[in-house]
């Protein structure tokens, strides 16, 4: 952290504040809470350089950096570009650079001010990662009772959740082994991407994101409509397009199976001038493609907040014609028998002989 070579400079305003001690105690408090925060964010993954800064007055000849709560200061930066704030960078994020931080800075006139409020800076990435998911469901409607549930290894009993990356800061839940978030009753504010961290209780080193989950909130707009071409009774094999429309103007549309596990397909449209529609090509289809299929329309503006879910189509999937393996059968069992012939005569050929059945292969 710094620069080595400015620490005499540094040294000699430090000396000089301390030798206008007297003077400075007179006003102590007089100078504003300087504020403190990390750049991009206070979580940081290992290995990723990152800026604390820390914002004080046009007045200050000196800033202090502090960390755990110990007096002494970590590190000291002049102001930069003789602007009301230094930065302090990490080259390189790791478990010693992760905890509490704090920072404070002198002026002539006003001496020392208070210490900001604290930073606390986690690293992410140390362990191997949780997985996040929802329930009812990553799909709910305005209104519906959400809980996330963090899934991780044991020896974990930490855990935060973030919304859209830096925008909400980790909540921390003690004592639970794969903790459940009550989010309550939902609404639009809810939707976004979520991601889980799990850590152990003493260090401020946190695993790997968990992968993102989309919360979409549905109910937003009007129903779109779903029909299926050339039709919702399809044969084994063959393809079909499931197409999605909506009456007013909006350009993306997600398609959700019921009871499928996985988040819905999405498709925008490149152009937003009617008719608003997508089309989703399914296939060749089997057995798993049978099922009750969903649409929804969204503005790409806003891209969590979902439609009314469309009427449900149900897509039907014909077995397969017998003919198409009749052939293939029959040239298995032809096979079989062939082989079968082979082994026969050359056992008969071994009991004939006084010989091993080695000798009858030689033969
Ligand atoms: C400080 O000045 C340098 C050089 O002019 C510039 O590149 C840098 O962005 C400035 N930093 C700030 C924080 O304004
Ligand atoms: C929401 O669901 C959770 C878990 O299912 C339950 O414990 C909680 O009481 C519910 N909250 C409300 C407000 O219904
Ligand atoms: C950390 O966890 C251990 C064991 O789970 C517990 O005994 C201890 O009280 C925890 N410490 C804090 C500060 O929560
Ligand atoms: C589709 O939904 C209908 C009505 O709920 C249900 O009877 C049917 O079994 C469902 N089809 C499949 C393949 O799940």
């Not at 409607?141 to 549930?149: E, H, I, V």
């Not at 639009?188 to 695993?207: E, I, K, V």
């Not at 103007?249 to 199976?257: A, E, P, R, V």
């Not at 399914?282 to 790409?300: K, L, R």
């Amino acid at each position: 952290m710094g620069d080595r070579a400015r620490t005499p400079t540094l040294t000699a305003l430090l000396c000089l504040g301390l030798c206008w001690g007297p003077c400075d105690q007179v006003q102590a408090g007089a100078a504003p809470k300087p504020s403190i925060w990390a750049d991009p964010g206070p979580m940081v993954s290992r290995g990723s350089p990152m800026t604390i800064w820390c914002q004080g007055s046009l007045q200050a000849d000196v800033y202090h950096l502090y960390k755990d709560r110990v007096s002494k200061p970590l590190d000291t930066e002049a102001p930069q570009n003789s602007s009301k704030k230094a930065g302090f960078s990490i080259e390189s994020m790791s478990t010693h650079t992760a905890g509490l931080y704090q920072c404070a800075y002198h002026s002539r006139r006003k001496g020392w001010s208070e210490r900001s409020d604290p930073l606390l800076l986690v690293v992410t990435g140390v362990y191997r990662e949780p997985s996040l998911s929802a329930q009812p469901g990553s799909l709910v409607f305005s209104g519906d009772n959400l809980t996330l549930q963090c899934r991780s290894g044991a020896g974990f009993d930490r855990f935060a959740l973030t919304k859209d990356e830096g925008l909400t800061s980790p909540q921390h839940l003690h004592g639970q082994h794969s903790p459940y978030f009550p989010l309550g009753h939902v609404s639009h504010t809810h939707g976004g991407q979520y991601r889980c961290y799990s850590g152990h209780n003493l260090s401020h080193a946190w695993s790997a994101p968990s992968d993102p989950l989309d919360i979409l909130i549905v109910g937003m707009y009007e129903k779109p409509s779903i029909s299926a071409q050339p039709g919702p009774s399809v044969s084994w094999g063959e393809k079909v397009t499931l197409q999605c429309r909506s009456e007013i103007s909006l350009d993306s549309f997600h398609l959700s199976k019921e009871g499928s596990p996985a988040a819905p397909q999405l498709l925008r449209l490149q152009d937003a001038a009617a008719p608003f529609q997508a089309s989703f090509t399914i296939g060749p289809v089997t057995s798993n493609h049978e099922g009750n299929y969903t649409c929804y329309s969204s503005d790409s503006t806003f891209p969590y907040l979902l439609s009314l879910p469309s009427d449900t189509l149900e897509l039907l999937v014909s077995a397969p014609r017998p003919q198409d393996y009749t052939v293939e059968n029959l040239i298995r069992m032809g096979g079989a028998a062939l082989i079968l012939v082979v082994l026969g005569i050359l056992l008969f050929q071994a009991r004939d002989s006084p010989g091993s059945l080695e000798d009858a292969a030689r033969r």
